[in-house]
Each structure stands twice: as C-alpha cells, then as structure tokens.
C-alpha cells in the first residue's frame, strides 16, 4: 500500500521560466484536460517534470493543489492515477502531480529539496496556470503525506536578490491533506524510538543512506555516525517545523497501521494544537495502511482545501 501514491521529483537546480519549452508548447485547454511531462527543474543531467491537470475554463476556481506522487519515497510518473485527482479537478482545482528524485537513487532530503522546487516553479507560472500563488494546497499519502507536512512546515523562504527567478518564491504552502504520514522518525511508535530506514522501515533503507563527499576522492560516501544520521533525521521530521505559520492540516490514519503507526500522525496533530494551527485528525477504526473507500475520503480532502484556500464551509 506504501507504493499506492508512489511518484518522485529529481532534486536540483530549478530551470529559468525562459527555458522551458514544455509548458510554452502546452497552453490550458479552454475544455480542461492533462498536460504532461512538464520540466519544473533539471539536476544532474535529469529533467524533473510534473503532469497538470486541468478544469475547463468555465469550471476553474482559481486554486491549485499539488499531489506528491510518492510512496517509500519512490516516484515515478506511472503512478499517477488520474482517478485521485478527479473529486479535485471537479471542484475547479488545477491539480499538479508531481514527481520527485526516487529511492533509491536519492535520498529523503534530495526529494524534500524536488517539492520546494516544484512549489516554486508553480508559483513563478501560476499567472499561466491561472491561479492563485498565495493559495496553494498539497497532498500525499504515506512519503507523500510526509512530503507535504513538509512543505507545510519547513518551507523555505523567498530570496528577492536570487539570481534565479524561481528562488525569489518561498516555497510556502497554504494547507495541506494527507494519510498515514511519518511525521518525526527520532520517535516513531513511542517516545525515543529512532526510525531512519531500520526495523518497519528497513525495506526502504535507500531514501535514509545519507550522504557526503569525500574531500580527497569527491566520493559520495554513505554516513554511518548515529548522531550524525540522527540529525539529519530531525531536519526531515515534519514535527520539529511546526510553528504558528504553519499550513493547516488534515491528516487521516488507521489505528491498525503496521507501517507507519498511528502515533507519528497524533504526534504532529498535538504539536499544532500547541502552537494553535488548524489540525484535524481523522482516525479509521481498525484500518491499515490503506483501506477500502480511501476514495472517498479524498472529498475530505477536497472539503478541507475548500475551506481553507478558498474560505467556504465543507457540506
């Protein structure tokens, strides 16, 4: 089920708006539609794309929402399901899938640094995607639920003085939904349990082997230092980012979850009340990690970005 919302963006330097022929040769179908493979950034050699998905004209709110295709941190563009965008799409939302630098090819902080890019690319071109930048929304389940308490809390700042033109954007969020996400890996089912790619997770080792060069060789080598790793796994832990600028989120959970357990997701929720943050906790009784009628829980989702991007009361 941890590959259900699989799909992943390269980390790296994020292309000028003036090159990116992609969306230039793509403009937004009048009758709404998918455009796909557009380059939101390139590194090492690799463009990094998301596929849109648009309403009608007619139809568009003037919102967007961004789903974090991933799930262990792997990500690929196959695992875009248009079926989890449509209660979306529906609603007048433009939603962008977008795919991140996969496991085991990079790690947890390299796809963490993809989605500030991608956030950042939309909001250079939200004129051309016909939204508004200041109200972006974004999902995920399981790695895509962490990617987007991420992006909910640890968001990066806006540099005006940037060279590049996509780094004068922050890569700030205005409200995020996800399911079953890890939300602090130096307390995973209890207090003082570190979790980085061992015991529940150790079939997702990859996207945790931290690296760094070696300055004589410039060899990527793995760290193996615990506080080392431990640290980095405090700077990829959504909890440690709270604040009172945090997005508002709902996240939805199964009390019988293996995976990820139910206390990462009343970890965060109680972290947000503490600082006042809107965040709602919906608990599935007896579910794992996933369950039948996940799709309909996406109209909660879509309920819940309703109120807080575009300031209505959910039915």
């Known amino acids: 089920m941890l590959r259900l919302f699989a799909c992943c963006l390269l980390l790296g330097w994020a292309a000028p708006s003036w090159i990116t022929p992609s969306l230039l040769a793509q403009e937004l179908p009048a009758q709404g539609g998918r455009l796909e493979d557009i380059i939101y950034a390139r590194k090492y050699g690799c463009a990094l794309t998301m596929d849109v998905f648009v309403p009608p004209k007619d139809k568009a709110n003037g919102y967007g929402i961004i789903f974090c295709v991933s799930g262990g941190w792997m990500s690929d563009k196959r695992a875009i399901n248009p079926v989890f965008v449509q209660p979306f799409v529906q609603r007048g939302y433009v939603v962008f899938a977008v795919v991140h630098g996969s496991q085991p090819k990079f790690t947890i902080p390299e796809a963490v640094e993809d989605m500030h890019a991608a956030v950042r690319y939309i909001k250079q071109h939200a004129a051309r995607f016909r939204i508004d930048p200041d109200k972006l929304g974004v999902m995920g389940g399981s790695a895509g639920g962490h990617l987007s308490l991420m992006l909910g809390n640890a968001f990066q700042p806006a540099d005006p003085k940037a060279s590049d033109p996509l780094r004068r954007h922050s890569s700030r969020v205005a409200a995020v939904a996800c399911f079953f996400p890890p939300t602090d890996f130096l307390n995973w089912s209890r207090e003082g349990e570190v979790q980085l790619g ?89 579910a794992g990690h996933g369950w039948k009628g996940m799709d309909k829980d996406l109209e909660l989702f879509a309920d819940w970005f309703d109120k807080h991007l575009r300031g209505l009361n959910a039915p």
């Open 198 to 286: 061992e015991g529940a997770l150790r079939a997702f080792r990859p996207p945790f082997d931290f690296t760094t060069r070696d300055p004589q060789t410039n060899k990527l080598v793995v760290i193996e230092d615990p506080q080392q790793r431990q640290a980095i796994g405090k700077t990829i832990s959504p909890y440690y980012f709270v604040s009172k600028d945090s997005a508002p989120a709902l996240i939805i959970h199964g009390d019988a979850d293996k995976l990820v357990p139910l206390f990462q997701a009343q970890r965060i929720a109680e972290k947000y009340r503490q600082v006042g943050v809107p965040c709602e906790l919906i608990i599935r009784k007896g």
